[in-house]
């Protein structure tokens, strides 16, 4: 299993590489971050850290023993006691139980390290994957809404 790390500067190569090899993967389910994001990747990547510092989100990289980024696990806007959660698995991880367990464990640090009461999650209502996590890891529906995509659905999970 890998390990669940919070983004530091020595992620950006490994963190680069994870997006750029799994960027088409990631676009037939999600809008693609396009050329500028890769373009700018460390200015994003400074600008992610200092966000992380001041508390308003905290970044986290699924890491396996080589170092290698298999995932992202994320709370973002975090205000209030609640944060919105988003992740992405690599392909070659995908569908091995990663995300479930990447979500869990940052559910716990949610509560254990961060404080937290409340998160929000959406997920496109074509994307099953994404769905069948969330419902694993708690979260229950609370609404539907318009993605970038298409229809998806909202949910919460009180922590």
Known sequence: MPELQLLRPEHASALLAFEL???????????????DYFARFDERHRALLVEQEAGTCYFHVLVDPAGEVLGRVNLVDVADG????????????????LATWGVREVCRRAVDVYGLTTLRAAADLRNAASRAVLARTGFTVTGETRLSRGPGLTYVLRL
């Open 21 to 35: 090899d799994n960027r088409a993967y990631f676009a037939a389910a999600i809008p693609d971050r396009g050329d």
């Open 82 to 97: 609640a944060a919105d959660l988003g992740y992405r698995i690599a392909e070659r991880a995908a569908g091995r139980g």
